[in-house]
């Protein structure tokens, strides 16, 4: 297929700079192939990016295109892609994480954690986190950070599979057992997706704690919601669990005081199994873990669990369509992220079309 020398692209210029510009489309490598973008997400991740909370990691420096939660079509492969099977006309989605596939950690298929990391010469990619990324018309990608869509799938939903992976991969490290009561500290998209995670893998119970319309989404999704505001948290997950906390819990808000309380609900044995990255570093009840055994486990991103997601929305496992709730055209990113930012009409997931809404 013949493609255009150049496409719109969103490119941070700076700090919360941002404006949609005619660059030139990519060009593969022999294990890449360049993907019509049908359809990218604003990720929780990305507010932090354009406001410069990672100065100097992500991105490494500017001008730079962000985005990761993308779906879209192959129009051309770099040879090494074609002869993996690749081919023009598939439908893809796509994961940020792309490792070198040569380290210690990569060969443990602990990609996420390549040794090589940040270092685009030895072969690590992060797709919109310091490699560019798919606010734009066409995407360039390993053929390691994608996975085939089926057609009964539309691309607007695949595109969701980033996030609801890592959900997964949050979940599964729990270690949560069937018929288990589970706590998710926060209900933003990731807690969302994690209830119904957790529903679909056979969770009792499932205890949500936040606030507002979020929080009746929650309660709405099949979980038992608690108010945080209302300032009792554990004290209300313990009187749920019969004083003794839940075995699972997942920390999806980011605050520390979300990851305190996380491990002072858990149960004795229990593990916390945390996403939310925050600001600083929080205080932790050291001696409560330390006597009553809590575990605390630290989860990057989505390794090896996107296609387990995949089959978990083909097969109906999981209906994620209560949490895409916008779509923007990209060339009006501002109203995209304004919307998503102050969580206008009940946004949760924000969708963006580089190639125009359809």
Same mark, same amino acid.
């Given at each position: 297929?013949?493609?255009?020398?150049?496409?719109?692209?969103? @490119?941070?210029?700076?700090? *919360?700079?941002? @404006?949609i510009?005619? @660059?030139?489309?990519?060009?593969?490598?022999?294990?890449?192939?360049?993907?019509?973008?049908?359809?990218?997400?604003?990720?929780?991740?990305?507010?932090?990016? /354009?406001?410069?909370d990672?100065p100097?990691?992500?991105?490494?420096?500017?001008?730079? /295109?962000?985005?990761?939660?993308?779906?879209?079509? @192959?129009?051309?492969?770099?040879?090494?892609?074609?002869?993996?099977?690749?081919?023009?006309?598939?439908?893809?989605?796509?994961?940020?994480?792309?490792?070198?596939?040569y380290? !210690?950690?990569c060969?443990?298929? *602990?990609?996420?954690?390549?040794?090589?990391?940040?270092?685009?010469?030895?072969?690590?990619?992060?797709?919109?986190?310091?490699?560019?990324?798919?606010?734009? #018309?066409?995407?360039?990608?390993?053929?390691?950070?994608?996975?085939?869509?089926?057609?009964?799938? &539309?691309?607007?939903?695949? +595109?969701?599979?980033?996030?609801?992976?890592?959900?997964? %991969?949050?979940?599964?490290? &729990?270690?949560?057992?069937?018929?288990?009561?589970?706590? /998710?500290m926060?209900? $933003?998209?990731?807690?969302?997706?994690?209830?119904?995670?957790?529903?679909?893998?056979?969770?009792?119970? /499932?205890?949500?704690?936040?606030?507002? !319309?979020?929080?009746?989404?929650?309660?709405?999704?099949?979980?038992?919601?608690?108010? %945080?505001?209302?300032?009792?948290?554990?004290?209300?997950?313990? &009187?749920?669990?019969?004083?003794?906390?839940?075995?699972?819990?997942?920390?999806?808000?980011?605050?520390?005081?979300?990851?305190? #309380?996380?491990?002072?609900?858990?149960?004795?044995?229990?593990?916390?199994?945390?996403? $939310?990255?925050?600001?600083?570093?929080?205080?932790?009840?050291?001696?409560?873990?330390?006597?009553?055994?809590?575990?605390?486990?630290?989860n990057?991103?989505?390794?090896?669990?996107?296609?387990?997601?995949?089959?978990?929305?083909?097969?109906? *496992?999981?209906?994620?369509?209560?949490?895409?709730?916008?779509?923007?055209?990209?060339? !009006?990113?501002?109203?995209?992220?304004?919307?998503?930012?102050?969580?206008? !009409?009940?946004?949760?997931?924000? +969708?963006?079309?580089?190639?125009?809404?359809?």
């Open positions: 297929m013949s493609l255009p020398k150049e496409m719109d692209a969103l @490119v941070l210029k700076g700090v *919360r700079d941002f @404006v510009q005619t @660059v030139p489309v990519p060009v593969p490598e022999s294990d890449e192939v360049i993907c019509k973008v049908d359809t990218t997400y604003i990720c929780g991740t990305d507010p932090h990016i /354009i406001a410069g990672f100097g990691f992500w991105p490494k420096a500017f001008e730079f /295109i962000p985005g990761h939660e993308w779906s879209g079509t @192959v129009v051309q492969t770099g040879k090494k892609a074609a002869l993996l099977g690749w081919k023009e006309g598939d439908r893809v989605c796509g994961i940020s994480h792309c490792g070198c596939g380290c !210690d950690m060969l443990k298929g *602990r990609y996420n954690n390549c040794l090589n990391y940040g270092h685009e010469e030895r072969g690590h990619r992060q797709y919109g986190h310091y490699t560019p990324g798919a606010y734009a #018309q066409y995407m360039c990608t390993s053929v390691k950070s994608i996975f085939k869509v089926p057609d009964t799938m &539309s691309l607007e939903y695949a +595109a969701c599979v980033d996030p609801l992976s890592i959900a997964l %991969y949050t979940v599964k490290r &729990s270690r949560m057992q069937p018929g288990d009561d589970i706590l /998710i926060g209900t $933003g998209p990731q807690g969302l997706m994690a209830i119904l995670v957790a529903k679909a893998l056979g969770a009792g119970r /499932i205890l949500a704690v936040g606030s507002g !319309d979020r929080l009746k989404k929650a309660a709405a999704l099949g979980a038992i919601p608690i108010d %945080y505001k209302a300032g009792q948290v554990v004290e209300e997950v313990k &009187s749920l669990t019969n004083g003794l906390g839940a075995p699972a819990v997942l920390e999806c808000a980011g605050t520390a005081d979300s990851i305190a #309380q996380a491990c002072l609900a858990a149960s004795k044995g229990g593990v916390v199994s945390v996403i $939310g990255i925050p600001h600083s570093d929080p205080s932790l009840p050291l001696k409560r873990i330390v006597l009553d055994e809590i575990e605390i486990i630290g990057r991103a989505n390794p090896n669990t996107a296609k387990e997601a995949i089959g978990l929305l083909v097969n109906n *496992r999981i209906d994620l369509t209560p949490l895409m709730t916008h779509r923007f055209a990209l060339k !009006d990113f501002d109203k995209a992220l304004d919307v998503y930012e102050k969580r206008k !009409d009940g946004a949760i997931k924000v +969708a963006t079309k580089p190639n125009g809404l359809n």
